[in-house]
């Protein structure tokens, strides 16, 4: 069974800094492209950050550029985000989600992935 699972999230103070993990059992991520998105209470799931099967390719929202850092470890079948300079806006529910596309193809489009973590909660405290 596929099956994606983040952690890493909690309770941060502003400027503060976390790194989510999504760790896949059940299949290989080495085909596998990968994004990052999050939900606000009222708000749509909006994209975040998303890495290429290779890792050759990352793309990152205008919201979090330079902060936000995505990176994968195929060996370890996981995925990674890392979060610095928290701001109170990056409260939301994180997931993670994943397409099998073997190339150096990356989105953040929630609408192009159709596997999916339960989500870790980040809370920043201003």
């Known amino acids: 069974q596929l099956q994606l699972v983040e952690s890493g999230g909690g309770l941060v103070q502003a400027g503060g800094s976390l790194r989510l993990t999504c760790a896949a059992s059940?299949?290989?991520?080495?085909?596998?492209?990968i994004g990052w998105f999050r939900q606000a209470p009222g708000k749509e799931r909006e994209g975040v950050s998303c890495?290429?099967?290779?890792?050759?390719?990352?793309n990152v929202a205008d919201s979090v550029k330079g902060r936000f850092t995505i990176s994968r470890d195929n060996a370890k079948n996981t995925v990674y985000l890392q979060m610095n300079s928290l701001k109170p806006e990056d409260t939301a529910v994180y997931y993670c989600?994943?397409?099998?596309?073997?190339?150096?193809?990356?989105?953040?489009?929630?609408?192009?992935?159709?596997?999916w973590g339960q989500g870790t909660q980040v809370t920043v405290s201003s």
């Open positions: 890495i290429s099967s290779s890792g050759g390719r990352t």
């Open positions: 989600a994943a397409v099998a596309r073997y190339s150096s193809w990356c989105s953040l489009s929630r609408y192009e992935y159709n596997y």
């Open positions: 059940g299949f290989t991520l080495n085909y596998y492209g």
